[in-house]
């Protein structure tokens, strides 16, 4: 790598959102060597550890450590630009011109213009700027962000499912686990008789889990959410990832690093 290169990483727990931020960085910056790819906070803190990019491209809202605490502990190791939902609530925070920000969805003007900035702040060789007090008014207006959008309505106790031709009403505590399936969310469920039974709903599992109790269904993996009730037993691998086994249906479900602390007790 010669000394005129630039990297960055992309952290977002959104596989198909890194996809198109790497995609509108290749466009508006084809010499930007993208060396890593985060699903959380934790992880792109050990990316920056280990590869040490030039720039971070941090989601704000991950499962786990978040990109703001993110951020927190990358301090001045990187320049640092924020991915989010909320620019209404993050604006003030970077009107100061000392942080960057992308509004998802992203576009290839606003991308552009944030480009030119790091190209700039590069270019005259300015510091990396890290301001505490500006990183935790951020977390502290995304939290009442976080809570201003959440629904205040009792969890979902039905779900709606198309079964050969036949519209079921699947009880939500006979849901035994989801997983995302491309555009679509697979429900695997026991039957009245008990018997294992599946359907493909046309609802994002990220759409749905919001909708159900937290006390009961916990997600897992990026695709995976699982009924708490009808877990059998998780049984951890050698590479901090696990496996859960259930009451009444074959399939064993994968747990990823990021959500091994909702099974530390084992």
């Not at 084809?30 to 590869?51: D, F, H, K, M």
Request: with cysteine; net charge neutral.
């Amino acid at each position: 790598m010669n000394a005129q290169t630039v990297t960055a990483l992309i952290a977002d727990d959104e596989p198909l959102l890194r996809a198109v931020l790497r995609r509108r960085l290749s466009e508006a910056w084809p010499s930007l060597q993208i060396v890593a790819e985060a699903r959380n906070g934790r992880e792109a803190i050990e990316q920056v550890e280990a590869l040490r990019p030039d720039i971070c491209f941090l989601d704000v809202q991950m499962p786990g450590i978040s990109g703001v605490e993110a951020a927190r502990q990358i301090g001045r190791r990187a320049h640092l630009v924020f991915v989010t939902a909320y620019e209404q609530y993050a604006l003030q925070a970077f009107e100061h011109g000392v942080l960057d920000y992308i509004v998802k969805p992203i576009t290839a003007s606003r991308l552009a213009d944030t480009v030119q900035r790091l190209q700039e702040r590069m270019e005259k060789a300015l510091p990396m700027v890290h301001s505490e007090a500006l990183l935790q008014q951020l977390a502290a207006q995304l939290a009442r962000a976080g809570a201003a959008t959440l629904p205040s309505v009792e969890p979902l106790r039905w779900v709606r499912a198309m079964v050969g031709g036949t519209l079921k009403m699947i009880p939500v505590q006979a849901i035994s686990h989801l997983r995302a399936d491309a555009k679509y969310t697979l429900v695997a469920w026991q039957d009245d008789d008990g018997q294992p039974a599946e359907a493909l709903i046309r609802l994002p599992l990220k759409e749905l889990l919001a909708q159900l109790d937290p006390a009961q269904f916990a997600q897992v993996h990026r695709a995976v959410v699982v009924n708490l009730g009808a877990v059998k037993g998780v049984t951890r691998g050698d590479n901090e990832t696990a496996e859960i086994t259930l009451k009444h249906r074959p399939e064993r479900l994968p747990v990823s690093r990021s959500y091994l602390h909702l099974f530390k007790e084992m």
